[in-house]
């Protein structure tokens, strides 16, 4: 099976007062089973985009994406999502939270027991048993991203989508949940797609990275391939040349091939930093870390 | 039902039981009760000195102590109107009695006691009136409220509808409801008097609106992210409702109740007074047309009791939100 997940063609065009605004331009992609592939691109490049029709939460306006030789139409289990924000129900435990998954997706094969064992495996996977019984809000952020995963995990999907999922964490809890991640990788080989606009993050996890152009109209600038042998340590790779020739790939095509472009004002230097955030902090950060680089 | 430890009013008085700091406790003692029944103390003062100013027709306008005294006295004619009740059972049965011991054959009846309604039987008759039409308006603007906030179509076409007739007063409702409800209940023995009905009517008309527009504001303000959730697990409609519309549309559901709740209350008064149906605002209308040397002072005990139990009515509501709330930790004032 050589195409698992195949986005053949994609272009999706939102309406605007001023006519269609096309995001995305004719994307195509094709992952293997068992592939960790990372989007990566700058704000507002349409990633989101692409997850999302991925997940079938958005409709292509042309082309179309087919899983498993079926085509993807409306959102379901078979893709489970890991939202950026862990979106759990505030309301339920972390188990209640899995539970509602299972229930869902298995109703029909498992019986109670059954699924008990299967919500605390899946939660023990993630090392989250010890507060089965928490709320989201009493669980740090780091352990709420957890449980969002293994939401997803728990509903056996073909593809898991992953939308910035460490994205919201900080440093050190973000390298924590990668070698997670990957631990558990190694374990279960799931599909998975996962947007990020960490560099180091993409290249320690991917087999393959898909580098975004910027919208509008984006589509793949390139693809790198991450032939990085297994397991994979951040200690022993921040040595490895070949680990730093891909960062390198990566950090050439969004900085200095695809920059994006911001104005900043000149004026006071004071001022620079206050008009950031409303044009976009993240992008204004971006640009003046391309400049740099 | 309502948490001790949710008190902040007590917690001084239970550490202070306990011995702990005593002279922060009485601190905050002082804070929590000096500090309002000072407010209470002036309140009075104000009251007393303002109503030696006023003379009406019927005397001095009532100060606090004859308002106090008037409050006794209705408290007096309840129970008195108990036991005239009670003794009009006994001789029946007295009676009854006697008339078997003669005649076997005789079966024994039991008329009904019809004397006047006091000042107790009235609250208790608007607590009902108020309950029913509560009860039956929220029954219809919570499912209303859902519905009108899961659809933008449906939204858009009850929107109008509910701004117009939102700002109705009862007053105006009433005359409508009273002849309908005559037209529509007839009935030779019927369940439940008819001037009820009309109250529990133009209570719920009246009181569904903050319900409806409130839920339908909270349904619709469901994070976008947690609705993807639903999607991804395709939760039917019932369990996405269950699941995720309902605690998301919690708290603004219960604000809509609670403002609901206290127009209803407010109106309650009104209708009864108007329609001349039993209940508080018939017995404020009964002491103005007995223009009574009391009267005033009996106006002014079914004021403050209307006061009081319109806010043991909020504090109700907000105890029920506590008990179904999941965020116990939210701050409910």
């Known amino acids: 099976m050589s ?21 995305l331009d004719e994307l195509s992609l094709r992952i293997k089973k068992g592939e960790f592939v990372s989007l990566i691109g700058h704000s507002g490049c349409g990633k989101s985009t692409v997850l999302n029709i991925l997940a079938g939460l958005l409709q292509a306006t042309e082309g179309g994406v087919a899983l498993d030789g079926k085509e993807v139409n409306e959102p379901g289990p078979d893709r489970a999502v890991v939202f950026q924000n862990h979106s759990l129900l505030p309301w339920l435990t972390a188990f209640e939270n899995v539970q509602l998954a299972v229930r869902q997706v298995f109703r029909d094969s498992m019986s109670k027991a059954e699924m008990r064992d299967w919500i605390q495996q899946n939660l023990k996977l ?8 928490k709320r989201p809000d009493e669980l740090s952020g780091g352990m709420k991203q957890r449980v969002g995963i293994a939401r997803a995990l728990a509903m056996r999907p073909k593809v898991l989508l992953m939308d910035e999922p460490f994205g919201a964490l900080d440093a050190l809890t973000r390298a924590h949940m990668q070698d997670s991640l990957m631990e558990i990788q190694r374990d279960l080989n799931n599909t998975v797609v996962m947007i990020t ?14 580098m975004m152009t910027n919208g509008p109209a984006a589509t793949i600038g390139e693809v790198l391939n991450i032939d990085l042998p297994r397991p994979r340590n951040r200690v022993t790779l921040a040595e490895n040349s070949d680990y730093n ?8 095509f969004l900085y200095e ?3 994006k472009v911001v104005e900043i004002p000149r004026e006071p230097a004071v001022d620079e930093d206050e008009a950031a955030p409303a044009r976009g902090k993240v992008a204004g950060l971006v640009d003046r870390l391309g400049r740099r680089a | 039902m309502i948490s001790i430890s949710q008190q902040t009013w007590l917690q001084p008085w239970i550490k202070l039981a306990r011995g702990e700091r005593p002279s922060e406790q009485l601190r905050a003692l002082a804070k929590t009760l000096l500090v309002p029944l000072a407010g209470i103390a002036a309140f009075l003062l104000l009251w007393a000195v303002a109503a030696g100013q006023i003379n009406t027709s019927l005397g001095a306008f009532p100060g606090p102590l004859d308002v106090w005294q008037q409050g006794g006295a209705l408290l007096e004619e309840h129970a008195a109107e108990r036991r005239e009740e009670e003794a009009f059972y006994e001789r029946q049965r007295e009676r009854n009695a006697q008339r078997q011991a003669v005649d076997p054959s005789y079966q024994p009846r039991i008329f009904p006691y019809t004397g006047s309604a006091t000042f107790i039987d009235q609250i208790l008759t608007s607590l009902m009136t108020v309950t029913a039409g509560f009860v039956l308006a929220s029954l219809l603007a919570i499912p209303l409220g859902i519905l009108i906030g899961l659809s933008h179509t449906l939204y858009r076409a009850f929107n109008p509808v509910i701004q117009l007739l939102k700002p109705v007063s009862p007053l105006a409702w009433l005359p409508l409801v009273t002849m309908v409800v005559s037209a529509v209940y007839v009935s030779q023995d019927p369940l439940v008097p008819k001037s009820f009905i009309t109250s529990m009517v ?19 303000g469901v994070d976008n992210d947690l609705n993807n959730v639903s999607r991804v697990l395709r939760l039917g409609w019932l369990t996405h409702v269950r ?10 559901m219960f604000a809509g109740l609670r403002t609901s709740l206290g127009i ?14 039993p209940g508080l605002g018939k017995f404020v209308w009964d002491q103005f047309q007995n223009g009574s040397s009391d009267s005033l002072s009996r106006i002014m005990v079914a004021v403050i009791t209307i006061g009081a139990i319109g806010f043991l009515l909020d504090r109700l509501m907000l105890a029920v939100q506590s008990l179904v709330s999941w965020d116990k930790s939210a701050d409910l004032r």
Not at chain 1, 126 to 133: D, G, L, Q
Not at chain 1, 197 to 210: C, G, N, P, Y
Not at chain 1, 245 to 252: A, E, I, M, N, P
Not at chain 2, 264 to 277: F, H, P, R
């Open chain 1, 3 to 23: 195409h698992y997940l195949d986005i053949s063609k994609i272009s999706i065009d939102f309406p605007t007062p001023e006519g269609p605004f096309r995001a």
């Open chain 1, 126 to 133: 993630v090392h989250m048993e010890h507060a089965m019984h």
């Open chain 1, 197 to 210: 606009h960490d560099v180091d993050e993409a290249v320690l996890l991917s087999d393959r990275i898909v």
């Open chain 1, 245 to 252: 020739h891909f960062r390198q790939q990566v950090l050439s």
């Open chain 1, 257 to 259: 091939k695809q920059r």
């Open chain 2, 202 to 220: 133009t209570v719920m008309l009246c009181c569904l609106w903050p319900t409806v527009i409130n839920t339908a504001v909270g349904v619709a």
């Open chain 2, 243 to 252: 699941t995720i519309v309902l605690p998301s549309a919690m708290p603004m």
């Open chain 2, 264 to 277: 209803a209350w407010m109106v309650l008064i009104a209708a009864e007074m108007l329609a001349q149906s």
